[in-house]
């Protein structure tokens, strides 16, 4: 186990935090602690909307012509830009954290059960929210062979690869791990295995 959680548990309220790198199969894992009764928090969405309530500040520091016909951020010219130049990553990430977890932490502000979805966990610090965490981990070769369902390149994928972490860099930090390197069903026994004995004492 890793180390212990900063949020109290309460009959009430439990948290899990669902981390790995993009398409290791995290919303999967979301989606079957959905039918469990956990409300899904998807940060990538909530990354959206921090996006358009910092737009100015990025527009004037990372790029002013990342804007699409309506006036929004592309966020796939965002990307490209950021994921080709560190330092526009780190400073993109300065911007936004912030604002991202306040948002998280006002939606789970309730008691309740719910599965905070980020592959930037422990960077955005959603972690002192979680209860337990939970990695997802999937081979390179898997991942870049779920890519090409999702309108990526390799190259694509293999740049923003080398900023998420693997496993063995926060394998201290995690509480469970789980293999996806197979199929759904065995992802499921997995979730199964490991996690419904934990969430239902």
């Known amino acids: ?7 109290p548990r309460t009959p009430k309220r439990f948290i899990i935090g669902v981390v790995g790198r993009m398409l290791s199969g995290k919303d999967t894992v979301c989606k079957i602690l959905e039918k469990q009764g956990f409300k899904v928090i998807d940060v990538d969405r909530i990354g959206h909307k ?15 012509n ?10 796939k010219k965002l990307a490209e830009i950021v ?3 560190p330092m526009k990553l780190k400073l993109l990430n300065k911007l936004t954290h912030g604002t991202i977890k306040e948002l998280v932490r006002i939606e789970i502000e309730k008691d309740g059960f719910y599965c905070i979805n980020a592959a930037l966990l422990f960077e955005i610090g959603l972690d002192e929210f979680c209860n337990l965490i939970v990695y997802v981990d999937s081979s390179d070769e898997n991942i870049i062979s779920r890519a090409k369902f ?8 293999k740049r923003r690869l080398q900023f998420q972490k693997k496993l063995e860099e926060v394998e201290d930090l995690v509480d469970i791990v789980l293999y996806n390197n197979s ?4 992802l499921e ?8 004995p934990i969430i239902k004492l």
């Open 189 to 196: 026994k997995e979730v199964e295995q490991k996690i419904f």
């Open 1 to 7: 186990m890793g180390r212990r959680p900063l949020n």
């Open 83 to 85: 994921f080709s130049d």
């Open 50 to 64: 921090t996006l358009e309530i910092r737009k100015e500040e990025i527009l004037k520091m990372i790029d002013k």
């Open 150 to 157: 999702r309108n990526f390149s390799e190259d694509e994928v």
């Open 183 to 186: 199929t759904i069903e065995d």
């Open 66 to 75: 990342i804007l699409d016909d309506n006036g929004n951020i592309d966020r």
